[in-house]
C-alpha cells in the first residue's frame, strides 16, 4: 500500500529526527522532500519565498518536538516507518567503526560509514536496522544498544 499526503511527510520527518539529532548539516527545505508533482499537486508551488521559509520552520520545529508522539501513536505513521527499514546482521570480525568503516551484512549489502566518529563495539549481537531520513541518507543503528552511524550503501 503507497502511503501518501501529510501521513507520509510525518513518516519522513520522524525517520530524519535522529540525523538532525546528530547534527546533519543543513535542513533541505519542503520542496526538496517531495516529487515536484506532489509539491505542485499540494499547491505549494504558490507559497512566496516568506511562506514556504515558514513552512520550512514549522517542519523543522515539528521534526525536533512533537514528531515522536506520531511515530508512538499513529498506525498509518508506523507502518510507513517499518517499511524504510532493513535489519541484518554484520558479519563477523565487527569491532565498531572509525570514520569510514566498510559494514558487511549477512543479507549480502555493503554499507559504509559517511560522516565522521569513533564507536568501540565489544557487544555480542551486531543486528543492526538501516533507516531512511526524508533527505535521503541513512542510518544505521545497533539494535541492542541503540548506538547509530550515518552510512551510505555501496553494494
Known sequence: MKVTGLPLLCALLLVNAAALAQGAS???GVKA???PEEYRAAGLDKLTPAEREALNSFL???TAEESQVLLN????VKKAVEEQEIVSVI???F???SGDTVFRLENGQVWQQRQRGNYPYRGTNPEVRITKNFMGF???ELIENGKAVAVKRLE
Open 138 to 140: 541513512y542510518k544505521m
Open 26 to 28: 543543513t535542513f533541505p
Open 95 to 97: 569491532k565498531g567503526w
Open 73 to 76: 501513536s499513529d498506525e498509518e
Open 60 to 62: 523543522i520545529r515539528y
Open 33 to 35: 522532500l517531495m516529487t
Open 91 to 93: 558479519q563477523q570480525p
